[in-house]
């Protein structure tokens, strides 16, 4: 029983224009959101959160989105550029002490 | 300042033998949890530690074990190999309350 759904397992945007990546969950349980990148050969590496209390949060190019009611994030990237090409993986937990539930993970291809 | 390390880099071990995995937390940090990444899908919890202690455990049976030591490494043991073992596996390493970090991985073959 999958808790955190990403549809899309790729996705690929032209350099410069808005990257989106959906994120969807099914436990109401959850309290916080992340967003992790992953390049290969290498670990995760944490990108952005967000607390369920909020429905924003922007650090410089990246910012996520959560609408509690669809249960539902996105994550966005403007603008994208050569070195967002990875594997995002949305990710979620009972708060920020807790396990972390993934997703299968989007593989994105920024296009030249 | 180093970030979280894990050793080894791959292994390759056969059906019932068991493994050990080291990860040494990022500096400063004083938790330490274990996922385990099968091919072609996001990582999965197996469990947590903190003050030495398992605080959280994913749905993995009792072959995963593991320790964390005084220092706040900790290793991950996986005894009688199954061939479904084979996966990357994951050290997150956090402050109590903050982000986890994760490290490169170990890749394990069993064959």
């Known amino acids: 029983d999958q808790q955190v759904k990403q549809n899309s397992p790729s996705l690929s945007v032209q350099e410069g224009r808005i990257s989106i990546l959906n994120c969807d969950y099914t436990?109401?349980?959850?309290?916080?959101f992340l967003w992790y990148k992953k390049y290969p050969a290498e670990g995760p590496t944490f990108l952005i959160s967000?607390?369920?209390?909020?429905d924003k949060n922007e650090d410089g190019r990246f910012t996520v989105f959560l609408n509690k009611s669809a249960k539902h994030l996105s994550l966005h990237i403007v603008p994208s550029q050569p070195g967002d090409s990875a594997v995002y993986f949305c990710?979620?937990?009972?708060?920020?002490?807790?396990?972390?539930?993934f997703g299968k993970g989007t593989r994105l291809h920024i296009l030249p | 300042d180093a970030g979280v390390t894990q050793s080894p880099t791959h292994l390759i071990k056969t059906r019932g033998q068991q493994v050990t995995l080291r990860c040494s937390p990022k500096s400063g940090h004083d938790t330490v949890s274990w996922y385990q990444q099968a091919l072609g899908q996001g990582p999965q919890f197996i469990f947590q530690?903190?003050?030495?202690?398992?605080?959280q455990r994913g749905n993995f049976p009792d072959r995963f074990s593991g320790h964390q030591f005084p220092n706040y490494s900790s290793e991950l043991n996986v005894n009688a190999l199954l061939l479904g073992d084979s996966a990357l596996y994951l050290c997150?390493?956090?402050?109590?309350?903050?982000?986890?970090?994760f490290g490169p991985g170990t890749r394990l073959t069993v064959t």
């Open positions: 997150a390493s956090s402050l109590w309350g903050y982000e986890q970090y």
């Open positions: 436990n109401s349980m959850f309290d916080y």
């Open positions: 990710a979620a937990s009972g708060g920020r002490d807790d396990k972390i539930i």
């Open positions: 967000i607390s369920s209390i909020k």
């Open positions: 530690y903190y003050e030495e202690e398992e605080r």
